[in-house]
C-alpha cells in the first residue's frame, strides 16, 4: 500500500495532513528573509560611488553673464556627504568677470572644494590671485559667490604696483578694488592728505 493511499483510508489523517503543511509552511517563511547588508555587498549598492571626471570646465554665470570660469585637472562630486560637496585638486585655475565680459582677475591653487548649497568655495595650498590691482598670496581662502566676497583667516600679502602688505586675515571684493586686513603687520604707506589726526 502507497502512503497516499493509506493516508486517504484514514479521514482524520487527511484532514491533519491539510491542516499541518501549511502550518509547518507558515512557520518555515520567516527564516526565508534576505540581509540587506549582503545584498548591497554583493551588488555594489552600499558603496556610496562619486562622480569623478578629469580636465573639467565650469561656468557659473548670473542673470545671463559669465562670472567665473573654473578649471579643474581633477574633479570629484560627492552628493552622500553632508552637506555634498565637490572637490577640485591637482591645480585649479578661476577666471572672474566683470559685467562687461572682461577678465578682472585669476586665483590658482592646488586644491579646492565646493559647497553649492551654501555658494562657497575654500580654496588652499598656494593660493594666489593676481589682477588689474596687484597680487594675493595666502595659504586658505573662501569665496562666496552669492555675495560676491573673498575670506580668509590666514596670513596674507597683498603686493600693488607702490607697496606690499602683510596681515593676518582679509575680506575683499570680486576685484580687488576693496579689500580690508584685519590684523595688517609692518609699515603701510599712506598720502599725506589721508593722516588721521
Known amino acids: 500500500m502507497r502512503i497516499k493511499d493509506f493516508i486517504s483510508s484514514i479521514p482524520y489523517l487527511k484532514s491533519l495532513t491539510r491542516m499541518l503543511i501549511p502550518g509547518i509552511l507558515f512557520f518555515l517563511l520567516p527564516s526565508c528573509t534576505n540581509n540587506p547588508d549582503e545584498i548591497r555587498a554583493l551588488t555594489g549598492g552600499g558603496q556610496k560611488a562619486m562622480d569623478h571626471a578629469e580636465q573639467v570646465t565650469i561656468i557659473y554665470s ?25 572637490d577640485m585638486n591637482n591645480s ?18 592646488d586644491s579646492s572644494r565646493y559647497y553649492e548649497a551654501e555658494g562657497n568655495i575654500l580654496v588652499w595650498d598656494s593660493v594666489e590671485i593676481i589682477g588689474k590691482k596687484g597680487r594675493l598670496n595666502t595659504d586658505e581662502l573662501v569665496w562666496n559667490a552669492s555675495i560676491e566676497r573673498f575670506f580668509t583667516e590666514k596670513p596674507i600679502r597683498i603686493t600693488t604696483p607702490n607697496e606690499v602688505l602683510y596681515g593676518v586675515g582679509m575680506e575683499a571684493n570680486r576685484d580687488f578694488s576693496w579689500y580690508r586686513i584685519l590684523h595688517p603687520k609692518g609699515t603701510v604707506q599712506v598720502n599725506k592728505g589721508e593722516m588721521p589726526n
Open 92 to 109: 585649479i585655475r578661476a577666471e572672474f568677470y566683470n559685467d562687461s565680459g572682461e577678465l578682472e582677475n585669476v586665483l590658482t591653487a
Open 62 to 86: 548670473k542673470e545671463g553673464k559669465i562670472k567665473m570660469k573654473l578649471y579643474a585637472k581633477d574633479f570629484v562630486k560627492n552628493d552622500y556627504a553632508k552637506p555634498p560637496y565637490i
